[in-house]
């Protein structure tokens, strides 16, 4: 069932028209090891998470597969080491002192973490990230951290208002040529997010069913 998942999301970004390459993260969240593994099997090698304790044990459990490791959920600053250990991209920077952590908690064996500065393109209270105005002072302290590598950017916009954001995050990113990942996108607006220029979408529902929290 979940190769069969797998495949329909892959349609469904197919059948979008686009020139940028997408990569689809499977958000494997509140997901089983063996559900997971069923994902490997049908041939997915990117995962989100977004609690820390519950990616340790799935990581750990899958070592070896070189599978590419995503955290996408809110980040308390106690809990940046692990992540600068285990995990190949953070989606979720939404303040400079997190990102001073990460890099100066990137284990030096490894490559440069990749990181996305996210947007609270909404202006949501419940939702954490930079506000638009705040980019471009914070980029280049972003740029001074050595072992983190600024990639692009991330949001989760308000589902009412999508398309909006969609576009003012392609406009965002068409002003720093050397950024070229956004990631956006979920189960209900993926061709949405593709049709305005998102790299990663970001997948549960969809290919795992319904989830018991969020
Ligand atoms: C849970 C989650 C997703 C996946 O959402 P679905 O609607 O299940 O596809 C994507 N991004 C983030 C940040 C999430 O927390």
């Not at 940028?20 to 969240?29: F, P, R, T, W, Y």
């Not at 302290?141 to 208002?161: H, T, V, W």
Request: charged share 25%; glycine share 6%; hydrophobic share 40%.
């Amino acid at each position: 069932m979940i190769a069969d998942n797998l495949k329909k999301v892959k349609s469904r970004i197919d059948s979008v028209e686009h020139d940028q390459q997408v990569q689809l993260i499977a958000v494997s969240k509140a997901r089983s090891i063996n559900e997971i593994q069923q994902a490997v099997d049908a041939g997915q090698m990117q995962f989100g998470e977004n609690h820390l304790q519950e990616s340790l044990d799935k990581i750990d459990s899958l070592e070896g597969k070189n599978l590419i490791w995503h955290f996408i959920g809110p980040i308390q600053s106690n809990k940046t080491a692990s992540i600068a250990e285990k995990f190949d991209w953070v989606h979720s920077i939404g303040r400079y002192k997190i990102a001073k952590r990460l890099s100066d908690q990137r284990p030096p064996k490894l490559s440069q973490l990749n990181v996305l500065l996210q947007l609270n393109i909404d202006r949501e209270k419940t939702k954490s990230g930079f506000f638009l105005e705040e980019i471009e002072e914070i980029i280049p302290e972003i740029k001074k951290l050595p072992n983190i590598s600024l990639r692009g950017f991330m949001c989760i916009p308000n589902p009412d208002n999508s398309a909006e954001s969609f576009t003012k995050m392609a406009e965002l990113i068409s002003k720093y040529p050397d950024l070229n990942v956004l990631s956006m996108g979920m189960s209900a607006d993926l061709e949405l997010a593709i049709e305005k220029g998102a790299t990663f979408v970001r997948v549960g529902t969809d290919i795992f069913g319904e989830r018991e929290y969020n």
